[in-house]
């Protein structure tokens, strides 16, 4: 199983970023991905998930309107389109396997990517 993250970089506040992960090893349907995300100093969160058998997406607050999680099924992708940056959005951000987003946020989930860094500043 393989996850890999990319489109992390620097954008000013206000605006927007996508980020992609792209999986492999594992029947993607099967599964659901979750972001999280880890700013400095500070725990890994929870920031949402979808379940790529029917596109059920689960978002915690914070991002609530302002992010959102889509997945590719053809493509075993799944993304995370951000808008509105915060400077408090700043964090590396993980991409992650599990059978279900139920729960997602207490981070148990099965496989990792190495994450991709997102940078707004203040």
């Known amino acids: 199983v393989q996850l890999v993250e990319s489109g992390g970089g620097l954008v000013q506040a206000g605006g927007s970023l996508r980020l992609s992960c792209s999986t492999s090893?594992?029947?993607?349907?099967?599964?659901?991905i979750a972001w999280f995300r880890q700013a400095p100093g500070k725990e890994r969160e929870g920031v949402a998930c979808?379940?790529?058998?029917?596109?059920?997406?689960v978002y915690v607050d914070a991002v609530k309107g302002r992010f959102t999680i889509s997945s590719n099924n053809a493509k075993n992708t799944v993304y995370l389109q951000m808008n509105v940056l915060k400077p408090e959005d700043t964090a590396v951000y993980y991409c992650a396997q599990s059978r279900a987003c139920f729960g997602f946020e207490d981070g148990g989930m099965d496989y990792w990517g190495k994450g991709t860094l997102v940078t707004v500043p203040s």
């Open positions: 979808i379940t790529n058998s029917d596109h059920t997406r």
């Open positions: 090893g594992f029947t993607f349907d099967d599964y659901a």
